[in-house]
């Protein structure tokens, strides 16, 4: 992966203000598709001070546990608590176009995508935000990070842990189902536990916490330790069906 400074991120990720805008508040009925990708404004960019850290984790925190919007609609859970912890103080501290985003549109992401329990809702949410912020290169940088860090970092931190300490437990995984497995294991406590549900209320702040931090160090290149199997060791396109290219 390679390596990019604060500066270069911040340069790369645009410039915030009136012009950020332009092409979002028109009519999209009869536009010409083309012309509308011409006209959208991306990476939406990021403060050159970044955002708080641990004010993100709170808010990712509260945002699992459901918060009502000014719509007067309540939505929670992992991928909206995440994505909004990033993108709702982007549009207090940026303005337009982040206020023009409808967080809630993370909710289908929550328990693994629509409760499948594949990617984690936490990292989706994230990396939905990161996506907006950064351009394509930068924030698959990020993202990979991320999820690096997910898999093998004891969650939760408990940085944040209002009612004392939770157990915590390594992933070695991305997936929902495996890592609420890897958790219960560990705690010898059942997925429907109400100490379960603030497990992953923590997360939910604790992932959207990393993803600022990273954003606003500006810097990407977290290696993956040499023990660990990266996924594209198995698993990679090829020609050879007989070699396991599939």
Same mark, same amino acid.
């Given at each position: 992966m390679s390596n990019t400074n604060r500066r270069d991120f911040i340069k790369?990720?645009?410039?915030?203000? !009136? #012009?950020? %805008?332009?092409?979002l508040? *028109?009519?999209?009925g009869?536009?010409?598709p083309?012309?509308?990708?011409?006209?959208?404004?991306?990476?939406f960019g990021y403060p050159e001070d970044g955002l708080d850290v641990e004010r993100t984790r709170q808010l990712g925190y509260d945002g699992f546990k459901g918060l009502v919007l000014k719509d007067g609609t309540?939505?929670?859970?992992?991928?909206?608590g995440a994505f909004n912890a990033i993108i709702g103080q982007l549009a207090e501290v940026v303005g337009a176009p982040y206020t023009t985003i409808p967080v809630q549109m993370m909710d289908w992401a929550g328990a693994g995508?629509?409760?499948?329990?594949?990617?984690?809702?936490?990292?989706?949410?994230?990396? !939905? #935000?990161? %996506?907006?912020?950064?351009? *394509?290169r930068d924030a698959r940088g990020f993202i990979s990070d991320l999820l690096t860090w997910y898999s093998e970092t004891p969650l939760p931190t408990n940085l944040l842990a209002p009612t004392g300490d939770l157990?915590?437990?390594?992933?070695?995984?991305?997936?929902?189902?495996?890592?609420?497995?890897?958790?219960?294991?560990a705690s010898g406590l059942a997925s429907a536990s109400p100490e379960r549900a603030?497990?992953?209320?923590?997360?939910?702040?604790?992932?959207?916490?990393?993803a600022v931090e990273m954003m606003n160090h500006g810097a990407l290149g977290l290696q993956v330790p040499s023990e660990k199997t990266p996924c594209r060791t198995c698993h990679y396109m090829g020609t050879e069906y007989s070699m396991g290219q599939f």
């Open positions: 790369s990720a645009g410039t915030y203000g !009136a #012009a950020a %805008g332009v092409g508040a *028109g009519g999209f009869m536009a010409n083309e012309v509308l990708a011409a006209q959208a404004t991306h990476p309540r939505h929670g859970g992992c991928a909206f995508v629509v409760g499948f329990g594949t990617l984690c809702g936490t990292l989706n949410g994230a990396a !939905a #935000a990161i %996506g907006l912020v950064c351009d *394509g157990p915590q437990s390594t992933a070695e995984s991305n997936l929902c189902h495996v890592s609420l497995t890897h958790w219960c294991r603030e497990r992953c209320a923590r997360v939910s702040g604790d992932v959207a916490a990393k």
